[in-house]
Nanobody, 117 residues
Framework: QVQLVESGGGLVQAGGSLRLSCVAS????????MGWFRQGEGKQRELVAS???????NYRDSVKGRFTISRDSAKNTVYLQMNSLKPDDTAVYYC???????????WGQGTQVTVSS
């Protein structure tokens, strides 16, 4: 099976930066999507950014120009560099992996990001 382990969350002041990491282990296909979702208190989980194994990226509008997703395929690791953080970015951030003909979804345990004003 697949396991995803996130790290890098924490408390930061508005305008600051954080870098999240997610390492995937287990049976990882060469073709897949890895990405980051977030869920604020009382809110639905939403896509933040995703990146295909081919390098295509997708960002939600509110983070464009501030967040950057990247991957190290050799290490099965995906990163999320978050700059110019805002209090609205406060949420639990989840790593996500989608692979296989059935588009199986895998999730990490989540890492808390808190941005103070």
């Amino acid at each position: 099976q697949v396991q995803l382990v996130e790290s890098g969350g924490g408390l930061v002041q508005a305008g600051g930066s954080l870098r999240l990491s997610c390492v995937a282990s287990g049976t990882i296909f060469s073709t897949n999507y890895m990405g980051w979702f977030r869920q604020g208190e009382g809110k639905q989980r939403e896509l933040v950014a995703s990146m295909s194994s081919g390098g295509s990226t997708n960002y939600r509008d509110s983070v464009k120009g501030r967040f950057t997703i990247s991957r190290d395929s050799a290490k099965n690791t995906v990163y999320l560099q978050m700059n110019s953080l805002k209090p609205d970015d406060t949420a639990v951030y989840y790593c996500n992996l989608v692979q296989g003909t059935r588009l199986n979804n895998y999730w990490g345990q989540g890492t808390q990001v808190t941005v103070s004003s």
